[in-house]
């Protein structure tokens, strides 16, 4: 299981450096068409791409350091056991769904590599069946990594997995000190 969270901190990184060099390339598209009035080919394409490519970058880490989406209304009212038993229905569910969204992305990426599939037109294109893999490969991760979790879930002390990392605490300069 190490090596699946290294290997997550990583895909991780890598969507944060994705993230930075695409506000670069928004603010110079942006200086582009204000200043010059020639914005930067296929930017949009690029943007569009990306998106889906960053988000599920981050899935696997998101799940491994318990950081999904979820409410806790329901399972604090229930028993330890009952808690344990709606995690593991959870982690199933989240197993299946995007172990679900893999199977169903292969032929897709197959296709896109067997026609040479892209967006944009002109000067830029942009070739789309990366970005389709990569949605393939992180699914699977994800999927792996809710299993993962459903069973450290399963050999925990008690039916307890691991927090979500604490947030940073907040700084004295914007503290109250009265």
Same mark, same amino acid.
């Given at each position: &299981?190490?090596?699946?969270?290294?290997?997550?901190?990583?895909?991780?990184?890598?969507?944060?450096?994705? *993230?930075?060099?695409?506000?670069?390339?928004?603010?110079?598209?942006?200086?582009?068409?204000?200043?010059?009035?020639?914005?930067?080919?296929?930017?949009? /394409?690029?943007?569009?791409?990306?998106?889906? $490519?960053?988000?599920?970058?981050?899935?696997?880490? $998101? *799940?491994?350091?318990?950081? &999904?989406?979820?409410?806790?209304?329901?399972? +604090?009212?229930?028993?330890?056991?009952?808690? #344990?038993?709606?995690?593991?229905?959870?982690?199933?569910?989240?197993?299946?769904?995007?172990?679900?969204?893999?199977?169903?992305?292969?032929?897709?990426?197959?296709?896109?590599? #067997?026609?040479? /599939?892209? /967006?944009? /037109? %002109?000067? &830029?294109?942009?070739?789309?069946?990366?970005? #389709?893999?990569?949605?393939?490969?992180?699914?699977?991760?994800?999927?792996?990594?809710?299993?993962? $979790?459903?069973?450290? +879930?399963? #050999?925990?002390?008690? %039916?307890?997995?691991? +927090?979500?990392?604490?947030?940073?605490?907040?700084?004295?300069?914007? $503290? +109250?000190?009265?």
């Amino acid at each position: &299981m190490r090596l699946q969270l290294a290997i997550a901190r990583w895909a991780h990184v890598l969507s944060a450096v994705w *993230v930075f060099l695409l506000a670069l390339l928004i603010i110079a598209d942006v200086l582009g068409r204000t200043l010059f009035l020639h914005p930067i080919a296929g930017t949009k /394409e690029i943007l569009q791409n990306s998106v889906i $490519a960053v988000t599920f970058l981050q899935l696997p880490l $998101a *799940v491994y350091s318990g950081s &999904m989406l979820r409410t806790t209304i329901l399972l +604090d009212s229930l028993s330890p056991r009952g808690a #344990r038993m709606l995690r593991v229905f959870a982690w199933l569910l989240g197993a299946l769904l995007f172990a679900a969204v893999a199977y169903a992305s292969i032929p897709p990426a197959l296709a896109a590599i #067997r026609l040479g /599939e892209y /967006e944009g /037109e %002109g000067a &830029m294109r942009i070739y789309t069946w990366p970005v #389709r893999c990569l949605l393939v490969v992180s699914s699977v991760f994800a999927a792996v990594a809710y299993v993962s $979790a459903f069973i450290t +879930d399963l #050999r925990g002390p008690q %039916g307890k997995v691991p +927090d979500a990392p604490k947030p940073a605490p907040k700084s004295l300069a914007g $503290a +109250d000190q009265t």
